[in-house]
């Protein structure tokens, strides 16, 4: 009787590479300057706990939304620019749709 070899584990090359993303966030326009800032903190301490490293993080300011989201027609505006691995993104996805202050957000990777 011959030993079965337990099967080795394959390590995905590319799950261990950084790839760049930019992350667009639709902040609540009743949230104040300093819990925006707050809120911005939370989210890059997220990615940098992680392994990721944040290249920008970029403060359009308040602008008028192309269409109403709820009952807002005014939103905050901020860009993160970061490298991370790819794991990161559905974690960091879960996190912001159960944020009450972000109305929307688009992360996008970059190639």
Known sequence: MTAKKAPEK???????QL??????????????????DATVDRISR???EKGGTI???????????????GHFSEGNYV?????SKPDLGKELEAK?????????????RNE
């Open 46 to 48: 997220l990615i940098t």
């Open 96 to 108: 912001l749709l159960i944020s009450e202050d972000i109305l929307r957000h688009l992360l996008i």
């Open 19 to 36: 790839r760049s993303y930019e992350l667009m966030l639709i902040v609540s326009p009743e949230v104040m300057d300093e819990s925006l």
């Open 79 to 83: 860009l993160t620019r970061f490298e």
């Open 55 to 69: 290249s920008s993080v970029d403060q359009w300011g308040k602008r008028k939304l192309a269409y109403p989201i």
């Open 10 to 16: 394959i390590v995905d090359v590319e799950d261990k």
